[in-house]
């Protein structure tokens, strides 16, 4: 299987050659363009259990598998967001992945769904991240460009800097803006990891943008009756 990403790290896209016989399976809706003799098949991975735990991560409940019937079937994906596309080559290792960063993945590679507990409540970024384990290929996408960074000892990011990291590395979600910003604006908060391993930020932050928006939202003039 030869891939290519494109674009970087503005408007990524992936195109993947598959051999007859070779599959890739994909987030919902990711697909820009194919070759007309790829098989497509739409379930709910990890059954209906498997498909509402995704949904709870922010991820849709199916996902797409595409098999080549010939030799050299092409196949185009695109991430919802303007942004950046990661490989990343799992080699018996395992990492976890925000909601809505997941994009593709070789069949080899376990997707399943990891509960992050109170600290995703109050990070803003959600109750679960998946976790993708085992010897494959995966492929993540961001908001903005990813940058990677290689921890040794402590980092602190912003939560919604954060795509992927690996499983060996722990972590803390804390407050640095005092309790309002923690119960009323989600602003203020900082996730401290700590250990050996990766992570993988995204220089945009999506939460960010709808604040820079906020004050341009168009309003309605109210009708006050007499």
Same mark, same amino acid.
Not at 91 to 112: F, L
Not at 121 to 150: K, N, P, R
């Given at each position: 299987?030869?891939?290519?990403?494109?674009?970087? %790290?503005?408007?990524?896209?992936?195109? !993947?050659?598959?051999?007859? @016989?070779?599959? &890739?399976?994909?987030?919902? *809706?990711?697909?820009?363009?194919?070759?007309?003799?790829?098989? !497509? =098949?739409?379930?709910?991975?990890?059954?209906?259990?498997? /498909?509402?735990?995704?949904?709870?991560?922010? =991820?849709?409940?199916?996902?797409?598998?595409?098999? /080549?019937?010939? %030799?050299?079937?092409?196949?185009? &994906? $695109?991430?919802?967001? %303007?942004?950046?596309?990661?490989? #990343?080559?799992?080699?018996?290792?395992?990492?976890?992945?925000?909601?809505?960063?997941?994009?593709?993945?070789?069949?080899?590679?376990?997707?399943?769904?990891?509960?992050?507990? $109170?600290?995703?409540? +109050?990070?803003?970024?959600?109750? +679960?991240?998946?976790?993708?384990?085992?010897?494959?290929?995966?492929?993540?996408?961001?908001? *903005?460009?990813?940058? /990677?960074?290689?921890?040794?000892?402590?980092? !602190?990011?912003?939560? @919604?800097?954060?795509? $992927? +990291? =690996?499983?060996?590395?722990?972590?803390?979600?804390?407050?640095?803006? @005092?309790?309002?910003? &923690?119960?009323?604006?989600? =602003?203020? #908060?900082?996730?401290?990891?700590? @250990?050996?391993?990766?992570?993988? #930020?995204?220089?945009?932050?999506? #939460?960010?943008?709808?604040?820079?928006?906020?004050? +341009?939202? /168009?309003?309605?003039?109210?009708?006050?009756?007499?």
């Amino acid at each position: 299987m030869d891939h290519k990403i494109h674009s970087k %790290p503005d408007f990524a896209y992936l195109s !993947v050659l598959l051999e007859e @016989g070779e599959q &890739l399976i994909t987030e919902s *809706g990711a697909m820009m363009g194919m070759s007309s003799d790829l098989g !497509v =098949e739409t379930n709910m991975h990890g059954g209906l259990g498997g /498909a509402l735990k995704r949904a709870l991560s922010g =991820e849709s409940l199916f996902m797409n598998t595409y098999t /080549a019937k010939r %030799p050299d079937q092409r196949l185009d &994906l $695109a991430p919802a967001s %303007p942004g950046d596309i990661e490989h #990343l080559h799992l080699s018996q290792t395992s990492v976890r992945v925000q909601s809505g960063s997941y994009m593709a993945s070789t069949k080899e590679v376990k997707v399943d769904t990891r509960w992050q507990g $109170a600290q995703g409540f +109050f990070a803003g970024e959600g109750l +679960f991240m998946l976790q993708c384990s085992g010897t494959g290929d995966l492929w993540i996408s961001s908001y *903005g460009a990813i940058h /990677a960074v290689d921890i040794r000892g402590s980092y !602190v990011v912003d939560t @919604g800097h954060i795509v $992927a +990291f =690996e499983e060996s590395l722990d972590f803390n979600v804390k407050s640095v803006g @005092g309790i309002k910003s &923690l119960l009323f604006s989600g =602003e203020g #908060l900082v996730c401290e990891f700590t @250990g050996r391993g990766r992570l993988w #930020l995204q220089t945009r932050c999506s #939460l960010s943008l709808v604040s820079f928006l906020h004050p +341009f939202r /168009a309003i309605q003039p109210q009708n006050h009756a007499n």
